[in-house]
């Protein structure tokens, strides 16, 4: 059995469903393809401020596996967005302040869609190359030292400092976490992780 490293997903409310539910997929299959037992890379957890249930976009309800107070380390960060991203956690400097934390002690932190400007919030890109949702390119440009791609499904701007990524909008958090999977394991493990998923890679 490999050890496993701890993905942690930020959830709030009016978070979009795929941009967690796309990594939460991805880093939960991925396994080792020799191994014949279950010998998942990764643990999988939710995390929110408060450890009460989660109101997604669309209504989809959504109960964390702990709060801030109670969750254990993790490795692997993952901030999705959605409209309650951009137009309320922006806003929530406890939020802000613990991605700050937990960006720095994770080994990578990853960004899918508008979770990009919680990242520039917290000055976690500055100096950086990243991208988010088409539609808020702009927002994302308005923060200074971003250099801003566009046209892209994610963007490693991984340095001496730390190893962040940041995707494009939605379904492009799968293709990133894909690639994390290569990042952190190997490509084989992305890719039979992708297969398993019917995800086109190439």
């Not at 990594?23 to 191994?35: D, Q």
């Not at 959605?82 to 080994?107: H, R």
């Amino acid at each position: 059995m490999t050890l496993k490293r701890t993905v942690g997903i930020l959830m709030f409310n009016e978070v979009e469903v795929l941009d967690f539910a796309g990594p939460f997929e991805v880093f939960s299959l991925a396994e080792n393809a020799t191994s014949t037992s279950d010998d998942k890379h990764f643990k999988v957890i939710t995390i929110a401020e408060h450890q009460a249930t989660i109101s997604a976009r669309n209504g989809l309800q959504v109960i964390p596996d702990y709060g801030f107070a109670n969750h254990p380390d993790i490795d692997v960060l993952i901030v999705p967005g959605g409209y309650g991203a951009e137009k309320t956690e922006i806003y929530n400097k406890v939020v802000i302040d613990w991605i700050n934390t937990q960006a720095s002690l994770a080994e990578l932190t990853l960004s899918v869609c508008t979770g990009a400007l919680l990242l520039a919030k917290a000055g976690l890109l500055t100096g950086k190359s990243a991208t988010t949702h088409w539609m808020d390119l702009d927002n994302l440009a308005s923060y200074p030292d971003i250099d801003v791609i566009s046209h892209t499904r994610f963007v490693d701007a991984s340095d001496d400092t730390c190893n962040v990524v940041t995707s494009a909008g939605i379904s492009a958090g799968i293709h990133a976490s894909l690639y994390c999977i290569e990042k952190l394991i190997d490509s084989e493990t992305m890719r039979a992780t992708a297969h398993r998923m019917e995800f086109d890679i190439d």
